[in-house]
């Protein structure tokens, strides 16, 4: 078998993977700025200056003047590689939009719009079948995603323990479509898998942060995000269509509440010194073999099973140094990023594992001044992601992250002389 891709830039979908054909697709980064030059580290992070929604314990350190912004958009460039052929394909994308402020004494709130999965590949492979002499033609179609809007709470509940959670409403479809036809044919069978989530997702944080004698400290964090059934009934659509009488057959399967979220668990150690250095090491682990999805392929019936995805870890370290961030001259002030990380696939190829992926990332955090604020920062990152595994397509995505964090003294108390 050979594919032929026609990879378009799909911005809204914001992949071109074919890898998106499984599960609910390629998941998506969940950092934010700070976090996207670290190689998305984040769990163990706690600063007062920044949105950080991967542990919604991190809202209690926001500064009690201040209401802070930030967005950020992506840009990439992948090359597909099988065999001795290779396609690129670009696209680009608004990645998130967050929020936070301070409620009351000890108490933080942010909200915001992420994104949690990604659908958007077009292909096509062809199959030379001797006996018959006919060359069959598949044409593989994907696009969607899901998405979610949180609002979280974090709580500094005494000395150095702080605790969090995030209420997301989880929303988004997907339509997945395989188009067969020969050379000697004159049917054309087209089948569509497609689904419509509207469900929530929670998830809860805990951050404990230990001063190390005047210089340094550590901070642990951990988090839980609940499993559950998403309430969706996926379709698969079949029509068989003969091109010489213009007619069709149409049959209708509904897997009955055949997608889930899975339960999972994360942990995270940061180290600072001086307020120079800050080094985390997160690890992650989601229970997609607990799940079910749906199969067309048990018995003839198209319906809810399970064991058809696999358990997904991914480990990331990274590293922000800056050298001093009082100081007039402007180099010192910029905060410079490095990060690191390794992930399994959370599906399987024809039975097979899907492909891991070993990325690197390096990035900025430039200060922007003017005569009414001195703390908002562009935050630009650069990201390498190498996807692959034995005997199937590898992808090589260079990725561009920008993200700006405004940060306003919007409850400071004005004195008039």
């Known amino acids: 078998m050979v594919a032929l891709f026609g990879l378009t830039a799909m911005a809204q979908s914001g992949t071109n993977s074919p890898y998106s054909q499984y599960g609910l697709g390629v998941l998506s980064e969940q950092s934010q700025g700070f ?4 190689n998305g580290v984040g769990l163990a992070l706690r600063k007062g200056n920044i949105v950080n929604s991967l542990n919604p314990a991190s809202y209690s350190a926001v500064d009690s003047l201040t209401m802070i912004f930030d ?31 301070r409620l009351m004494p000890h108490v ?13 590949y077009s292909y096509t492979a062809t199959t030379y079948l001797a006996q018959n002499q006919t060359t069959l033609l598949e044409t593989y179609q994907g696009s969607g995603g899901l998405h979610q809007m949180y609002l979280g709470a974090g709580w500094h509940v005494f000395g150095p323990l702080s605790v969090g959670a995030n209420v997301s409403y989880l929303w988004g479809t997907y339509n997945r479509s395989v188009t067969n036809s020969g050379s000697t044919e004159i049917n054309t069978l087209k089948k569509t898998h497609s689904a419509s989530v509207n469900s929530y997702k929670i998830d809860f944080g805990v951050q404990w942060q230990q001063p190390l004698g005047k210089e340094d400290q550590v901070t ?11 309430g969706a009934d996926p379709q698969c659509e079949i029509v068989n269509a003969n091109l010489l009488t213009s007619t069709s057959d149409t049959t209708i399967f509904v897997a009955d509440n055949a997608l889930e979220l899975p339960m999972s668990f994360g942990a995270g150690v940061a180290w600072s010194h001086k307020n120079k250095w ?3 090491v997160d690890a992650k682990m989601e229970k997609w073999g607990s799940v079910v999805s749906p199969n067309n392929d048990a018995g003839g019936v198209y319906k809810a099973c ?13 590293a922000d140094y800056v050298p001093a961030a009082m100081s007039r001259t402007f180099l010192n002030r910029v905060h410079y990023r490095l990060g690191a990380g390794y992930s399994t696939p959370y599906y399987y190829i024809n039975g097979k594992d899907g492909p891991k992926e070993l990325s690197v990332s390096a990035g900025f955090g430039i200060p922007l001044q003017n005569a009414y604020n001195n703390r ?13 595994a034995p005997d199937f397509i590898r992808e090589n995505t260079f990725r561009i992250n920008i993200g700006l964090t405004f940060n306003e003294r919007w409850f400071a108390k004005w004195k008039v002389d």
């Not at 399970?306 to 990274?318: A, C, E, H, P, Q």
């Not at 920062?377 to 992601?385: E, T, Y």
């Open 35 to 38: 976090s996207r030059g670290m």
């Open 71 to 101: 967005v950020g958009l992506m840009g990439q460039t992948t090359q597909f590689k099988e065999g001795g052929s290779s396609v690129k394909a670009n696209n680009a994308n608004f990645e998130y939009a967050v929020a936070s402020f």
């Open 108 to 120: 933080g709130m942010s909200f915001g719009v992420l994104p949690y999965s990604n659908v958007g």
């Open 220 to 230: 642990l964090g951990l988090t839980m995000g609940l499993g559950h059934k998403l």
């Open 278 to 280: 800050l080094v985390e």
């Open 306 to 318: 399970d064991g058809l995805l696999k358990d997904r870890y991914s480990v990331n370290i990274g």
């Open 376 to 388: 908002s920062v562009l935050n630009v990152s650069a990201q390498w992601v190498r996807t692959s």
